[in-house]
C-alpha cells in the first residue's frame, strides 16, 4: 500500500514568518511529487512539483525532496494571511499498473495571523 | 485554455440513488483522473481514463464506474448510492506526456446523500 504521510497540523504562523509544510512517502519508485494548495470549499492548486534531489524555488515557495530519506518538504517564505488553507502533498506513482495515479497526504492545514 | 471544468456544482441525492457527474478537461488533455475527497481527508484515487479505456483504478467498488468520449470529456457514474459516498469529488487532467508535471483539478462536484 502506497502512503503519503502528512505533519496534520495546524500549523499557525504570524504574517512574515517561515511556514515549513513536512510530507514522507512509502514508494520509492515514486520521481515526482507535487505540493496543492487547498483553500475551503475548492479543489486544489498545484503550487510547486519536483522530481530532482534538492531545492527548486517558485518566488516564496521552495521545495525539497530527499529520495534516500523519502522526505518532501514545501516552505513558504514571508507568509501571508492569503497563505492560509489546506497544503496537500501528492506523489505521482509513474510505473506499473498504477501509473498516472496520485497518491495524497491528509493535507496539513496552514493559518497566518496578521 | 478554458480549463477543467465540472457539472454540477453541488448535488444532493438520496440512499440507493443513482448519479453522474461530468467533466470537461482542458484542450489537448487526453488523460483524466477522478478523485473523492472526504470532508478532513485527502483526495482517493477512483480511476483514470485515456483515450476512452479505463487505465488504472483505485479501491472503489464496481458500483462507480465511468466514461471518456473522444472529446476527452468524461463521466462519473456511481449506482446504488451510500450515506458514506458524500464527497466533494475531482476531476483531474493532463496530456499523458506531462503527468509528471502535475494534473489540472476541476472545481469539483459537492455530493451530498441523504
Known amino acids: 500500500q502506497k502512503e503519503v504521510e502528512q505533519n496534520s497540523g495546524p500549523l499557525s504562523v504570524p504574517e512574515g514568518a517561515i511556514a515549513s509544510l513536512n510530507c514522507t512517502y512509502s514508494d520509492r519508485g515514486s520521481q515526482s511529487f507535487f505540493w496543492y494548495r487547498q483553500y475551503s470549499g475548492k479543489s486544489p492548486e498545484l503550487i510547486m512539483f519536483?522530481?530532482?534531489?534538492g531545492d527548486k524555488e517558485d518566488g516564496r515557495f521552495t521545495a525539497q525532496l530527499n529520495k534516500a530519506s523519502q522526505y518532501v518538504s514545501l516552505l513558504i517564505r514571508d507568509s501571508q494571511p492569503s497563505d492560509s488553507a489546506t497544503y496537500l502533498c501528492a506523489a505521482l506513482a509513474d510505473r506499473g499498473s498504477t501509473l498516472g495515479r496520485l497518491y495524497f497526504g491528509r493535507g496539513t492545514q496552514l493559518t497566518v495571523w496578521p | 485554455e478554458t480549463g477543467v471544468t465540472q457539472s454540477p456544482t453541488h448535488l444532493i441525492k438520496t440512499r440507493g440513488q443513482q448519479v453522474t457527474l461530468r467533466c470537461s478537461s482542458q484542450?489537448?488533455?487526453?488523460?483524466v483522473s477522478w478523485y473523492q475527497q472526504a470532508l478532513g481527508q485527502g483526495p482517493q484515487f477512483i480511476f483514470q481514463y485515456y483515450r476512452e479505456e479505463e487505465n488504472g483504478r483505485g479501491n472503489f467498488p464496481p458500483r462507480f464506474s465511468g466514461l471518456q468520449f473522444p472529446n476527452y470529456s468524461s463521466e462519473l457514474n456511481v449506482n446504488a448510492l451510500e450515506l458514506d459516498d458524500s464527497a466533494l469529488y475531482l476531476c483531474a487532467s493532463s496530456p499523458l506526456d506531462r503527468v509528471v508535471y502535475g494534473y489540472t483539478f476541476g472545481s469539483g462536484t459537492r455530493l451530498t446523500v441523504v
Open positions: 484542450s489537448g488533455h487526453n488523460t
Open positions: 519536483i522530481y530532482s534531489n
